[in-house]
């Protein structure tokens, strides 16, 4: 335990929500409730995705497609959404029911840019689908730290012209999905924050207590001391040790709840992880059928934009 007292969210190291995980995973079994995404403050919110196609610890992309990326080439790739709370006409298993999700619009013409060794090249995107599961329990991210962000956001977009720089490509026609963590309720962030500052107070006031108790022990046994004093700093000592465990591991579940630093922030106070994960579907076979694969395409970041 540090001493030194902070804000909530400058305490928190940065995670990253690369959690590639099929829906039927024994992992997430029962961990996963799903929300009505609709009434989200996400809705009619907009972003600008920053995606960073390439090799990732642990993806599969080179074995089920030889010679992909194996250069190191990266291709960052941009482009504007908003969630809307339309309802949308698809449905993905890995993302969530039908009747819980909603449509990704696409801004402008879809169109983002890069530079390839081919000069600038035009990438197109089309509208996807979006939902909101709400964790019930903690979740271990790519990272392996246990986590439990106030809801885990995916969403998919699909790439019909495909992109390609050096080795690094998205295949034409290809459907891309995204995951992150997302914290939608600003008041209810602005209360944890105020939990968090009383609970490392509190732990800052046992750590001066206990202190204090081994100097005046310390000086007493260098002059005899009084042996019932002795047991009553004991005593004390025992209770705030008990204390101290409760505040901390309050402190800890208040971490794994909080939004990591640099998480991006919409003006209505929504948060999303600074670091999601990209994949795409590694066979044709249906994802509600046993046997379909997820494969690691890259991650990406937010960035919040005006309405």
Known sequence: FHTVRAPMFTLISTLAFVLVIH???????GALALSTSAASPLTKTKWRL?????????????????????????LPLDIDVEFTDE??????????????????????????TFVSEKGQQEVQFTDGGWCIQRPTA???????A???PEGLLRFWLDCPS????RDAEVFPGTRIFFTTGVWDDPKGLEAMEREYERVVDELQGIVDD?????????????GGG??????????????NSQEFDQLASQKEALERASPPMGAAEAPNGVKIAPTGSLVIKGNSIPDWLPGSEYLILGTWGPKALEI
């Open 50 to 74: 920053l995606l960073d196609v390439g090799l990732q610890p642990g993806t599969w992309m080179p074995k089920r497609f030889p010679g992909w990326a194996e250069s190191g080439a990266r």
């Open 226 to 239: 009084n042996v019932l004093n002795r047991l009553a700093d004991f005593r004390a000592l025992v209770g």
């Open 162 to 165: 495909g992109a390609r720089k």
């Open 138 to 144: 903690n979740i271990r991210n790519a990272e392996g």
């Open 210 to 222: 206990t202190r204090g108790i081994r100097e005046a022990n310390d000086a007493d046994e260098g």
């Open 146 to 148: 246990l986590v439990k």
């Open 23 to 29: 829906p039927g995973h024994p992992h997430l079994a």
């Open 87 to 112: 309802p949308c006409d698809q449905r993905e298993s890995l993302v969530g029911p039908k009747d819980s999700t909603f449509r990704l619009k696409v801004c402008g013409e879809g169109i983002s």
